[in-house]
């Protein structure tokens, strides 16, 4: 496994714990501020392990793509991953 999968998974397993201290907030019937403020932290989280799939599929994949002649495939990738995190 190269560095940037083990980062992801390391930062995966990080957001399944807060996922599951969630889930005991909500059973426990902790105050909606607080389960408020995880759920942030979450996608927080999650955003930043798409930060990181992006970097690298543009530092790799599309690189490679335009090296083999195709940048339309490439152009239209950027603009998919560009309108999914504006989401």
Do not use: F, P, W
């Amino acid at each position: 496994m190269n560095k940037i999968n083990e980062k992801l998974i390391r930062r995966l397993k990080i957001i399944e714990g807060q996922v599951r201290g969630l889930q005991d907030m909500i059973l426990k019937d902790e105050y909606c501020i607080d389960i408020i403020t995880q759920t942030s932290a979450v996608k927080q989280a999650l955003s930043g392990v798409e930060d990181v799939l992006m970097e690298n599929h543009l530092g790799t994949c599309v690189i490679h793509q335009i090296q083999k002649g195709k940048e339309k495939t490439a152009i239209e990738e950027i603009l998919k991953v560009y309108q999914l995190k504006r989401k």
